[in-house]
């Protein structure tokens, strides 16, 4: 049953309306006993519920017993026409359009017309219908300063997007009350397929889309891409002729006037790094070379990632007032489609700090001022953020990048490596040249002392009196020299690492690990504890002096170790060896549980025999029989088998209860050396690849924080030398072995590898660069080829149902045409019968 309040037409007058044209006249009679308010009631129940435009048509326009009054009643019947736009209800919106033709250019409080309305819901026959009254002003703004494409777009109707663009394509240049294009709503959107249309429109058709144009916050629409997380249409829009332009735009990170400048490069790195590997292989570019050319050359822009003396970076209210217009002359220029001279002349006028060549000015201003902000935020730390960031340090634009920063700080770095090859090498002398002091007995009575051993002959008849001058008596001075410049370089050093080193355990272990070598290194070499004199001013350690002194010379070897990490060619090898060890580690405390278990059985059984006699020696014993030495004779067959032990002498031989014993030894044999050590190697080795590619990239970013805390701190001279907008480097196609090797020791193999297959690759795609999607970009990818086809059959459809439109008119037409010929016909044959009568 349905409703029969007064809130709805009576039953009855739905029921009459549903029978169409027929019963218009039924209705009628209806509805001269009802009021105005049911009337209306109906009328939206047709028109807006089911569309019955044919009995809509005759209440409007066929009835004189219902009089519906323009004046009076034409605000409800727009805000009818309004609920029919909405609803998608075609027909009846052309019904009251043709009845009042001034509702298609009213706008409601929002300032939406009924254009608007229509594209907001996406309702395409309505849109191609509406279209065609002439009446309609497709560029008419609502109160936020879009127009219907504005709001057709943020709804995401690709069909109706097309359709708008296709009637009016001035309407792609057209921007909202914040500065917004159609494409940056597209971008922010999400909608690739409008993206790509207005690509092509300003390609092909040379429409002006707003492509470099920045809103009111001084964003483009790349900009708003990343920040959506639009990977796809950030690779669209990059993939033009004039992507780089794009590129040099710097906003303030949040909107705040203080806050840190960001550029779709930073961005990138931090939200899309696969994206941000696909604009650093953007730039490099090959150089043309002569077609018998043995090697090609290739030019790296490096500015995108060395921006700091750039234009766009640039402080000042003047700078941030033209971006928020939208009238900036470096980044709002629009180009015309695939003009690359145009582009050079533009990378030309935004660069004004570097030569032709690529090298900074002498008289290069820097564009930011903040020395802690310059550090914070390089693009390089933004790579540091992040593991997949951190893939990105391995990309040749980087490493080349590196490597000119590497030669112009190189002084640094070798007088550190200098420094600590110095004092490793006096101190590990020292303690070679000066006679331990177990080597002597001391007569306490007259102080002086007796050799013991071969000691005179080893140290006293094969002296070398030059050696123990240079390393032991001016050595002790000059290493505890170099001991007191180490500290202060570490101070330094830290201090500067301060902003790049996040880890701070790793922080701290680095700092005890060298204050205490450097208080052991004092302790051992500081004169004056031993009253032994030696020979040539050298005395005698003290007994916990060369005990000290072990360990000092220990952990110095370790700390060279560790400064050697980002060492070209072996540094690799040690952090693989760091890292293996990092996963042993991890398992020991298992591994140590089994140990004490077995040590404490084994002092149960066999603790009268010396290697078990205590817990200490059984559990040194143990871990020496887990790699591999099980001495199995020595604790069952110490004797000759013919021999009869005795308890009296032979007890520190004897097995007590042999066949327990046998059975610990067997479980121990199969749970510790070879369960445990197998496991041990798996979970070391399990994956060399994962172990080296980890390795790799920790050596990238322990480099890279090196470099980034050297350049902060450094003169402006070295650090002007570092930078380069471009270069062009040669990259040889056939390696000789000696440059092969040579690469292996610098480093430069693997970039050097990189650039040969990345050539190898653009030749492929003609000197274009592909971006390689993920498995999800390729289902998205999918999924918007299915929704393009969906649309043309729409479109397909829709055209079809025209021409079938069009087709029943035609016959219609031709039936009309029929009835009236015979009618005349009707007539001539009774004028004739008449005449004859």
């Not at 050697?564 to 060896?577: D, N």
Request: proline share 3%.
């Amino acid at each position: 049953m349905e409703e029969n309040d007064s809130e709805h037409p009576q039953p009855i007058l739905k029921y009459t309306a549903k029978k169409g044209a027929a019963a218009i006249d039924c209705l009628v009679v209806l509805l001269e006993r009802q009021d105005q308010s049911t009337l209306f009631e109906l009328l939206k129940w047709i028109s807006v519920e089911k569309n019955l435009f044919e009995v809509l048509q005759a209440l409007l326009n066929g009835s004189k017993e219902i009089k519906i009054n323009k004046r009076r009643d034409g605000n409800m019947l727009m805000e009818l026409t309004r609920l029919c736009a909405e609803k998608g209800q075609t027909e009846s919106v052309l019904e009251l359009v043709a009845w009042d033709g001034s509702f298609i250019r009213k706008a409601d409080d929002d300032g939406n017309s009924l254009f608007h309305l229509i594209a907001r819901k996406g309702h395409h026959q309505t849109t191609k219908a509406i279209l065609k009254n002439p009446d309609v002003k497709t560029k008419k703004k609502n109160a936020m300063g879009q127009t219907a494409l504005h709001v057709a777009i943020q709804g995401g109707h690709r069909m109706t997007n097309a359709l708008i663009l296709k009637t009016d394509n001035e309407l792609a240049r057209i921007k909202d009350n914040n500065k917004m294009t159609p494409l940056m709503y597209a971008c922010q959107t999400g909608n690739i397929y409008v993206v790509k249309l207005l690509l092509e429109m300003q390609k092909e058709a040379q429409v002006n889309i707003g492509f470099l144009d920045c809103d009111v916050n001084g964003l483009n629409c790349l900009d708003h891409a990343i920040d959506n997380g639009h990977e796809m249409i950030a690779v669209t829009l990059l993939d033009q002729d004039n992507w780089r332009n794009l590129m040099t735009n710097a906003t303030r990170n949040g909107g705040t006037s203080g806050g840190p400048k960001m550029t779709p490069m930073r961005k990138l790195i931090s939200s899309m790094p696969g994206v941000g590997k696909f604009v650093l292989d953007k730039c490099i570019t090959k150089v043309k070379n002569p077609s018998d050319a043995k090697d090609d050359q290739i030019k790296v822009d490096f500015e995108l990632l060395e921006d700091w003396y750039s234009d766009w970076m640039k402080d000042g209210d003047d700078r941030e007032k033209k971006q928020r217009e939208g009238n900036d002359k470096i980044v709002m220029t629009e180009l015309s489609p695939g003009s690359r001279d145009n582009d050079k002349k533009k990378d030309e006028q935004i660069s004004s700090n570097f030569d032709s060549d690529g090298k900074l000015k002498p008289n290069a201003k820097i564009s930011v001022k903040g020395r802690l902000s310059r550090s914070k935020n390089h693009p390089v730390q933004h790579m540091l953020k992040s593991d997949d960031g951190k893939e990105l340090l391995n990309h040749p634009v980087v490493r080349l990048m590196f490597k000119n920063k590497t030669n112009a700080f190189r002084i640094e770095y070798w007088l550190r490596f200098f420094l600590q090859l110095t004092l490793l090498f006096f101190l590990t002398l020292h303690s070679l040249i000066i006679p331990p002091p177990y080597y002597v007995k001391k007569h306490l009575p007259e102080g002086n002392y007796t050799w013991l051993a071969d000691g005179e002959a080893k140290w006293k008849e094969d002296l070398d009196p030059i050696a123990l001058v240079l390393f032991g008596s001016i050595g002790t001075w000059l290493i505890l020299l170099l001991t007191v410049i180490y500290f202060f370089e570490m101070l330094r050093r830290k201090w500067l690492y301060r902003t790049t080193q996040s880890n701070s355990m790793n922080v701290w272990i680095s700092v005890i690990r060298e204050l205490t070598l450097q208080i052991l290194i004092i302790l051992f070499v500081v004169p004056g504890f031993g009253d032994l004199y030696f020979s040539h001013g050298v005395t005698f350690k003290a007994e916990w002096q060369w005990e000290l002194g072990a360990y000092a010379v220990l952990l110095a070897w370790i700390n060279f170790i560790y400064f050697l990490q980002t060492a070209s060619f072996f540094g690799i090898y040690i952090l693989m060896f760091l890292e293996v060890l990092s996963t042993m580690v991890n398992f020991l405390p298992v591994a140590g549980i089994f140990l004490c278990t077995f040590a404490v059985v084994f002092c149960i059984l066999i603790i009268n025999q010396t290697q078990y006699h205590t817990f200490g020696d059984s559990l040194a014993k143990s871990l020496t029989m887990l790699t591999d030495g099980i001495d199995f004779d020595t604790v069952f067959h110490p004797m000759d088998y013919l021999y009869q032990q005795s308890a009296t002498e032979d007890f520190t031989n004897m097995v007590f209860y042999p066949h327990t014993t046998h059975i610990i030894f067997i479980i121990f044999l199969f749970s510790m050396p070879i369960v445990v050590m197998n496991l041990l190697t798996g979970l070391a080795v399990y994956d060399i690849d994962v172990i080296q590619k980890k390795a790799e990239i920790l050596k990238q970013t322990i480099e890279a924080k090196r470099i980034m805390a050297v350049q902060s701190s450094s003169f402006p001279k070295a650090w002007k030398d570092s930078v380069f907008q471009h270069q062009t480097i040669t990259v040889v196609k056939n390696l000789s072995s000696l440059k092969a090797v040579c690469y292996k020791l610098t480093g430069y193999k693997d970039t050097h590898e990189y650039l040969v297959a990345f050539l190898d690759k653009l030749e492929k795609t003609t000197d274009r660069v592909a971006y390689t999607k993920t498995t999800d970009m390729k289902i998205d990818d999918m999924m918007d080829r299915i929704d393009d086809v969906s649309n043309e059959l729409n479109n397909l459809s829709d055209s079809t149902l025209d021409a079938c439109t069009l087709h029943v008119e035609a016959i219609s037409g031709v039936e009309q045409l029929k009835q009236q010929m015979q009618v005349i016909q009707d007539k001539l044959d009774k004028m004739c019968r008449s005449r004859v009568v």
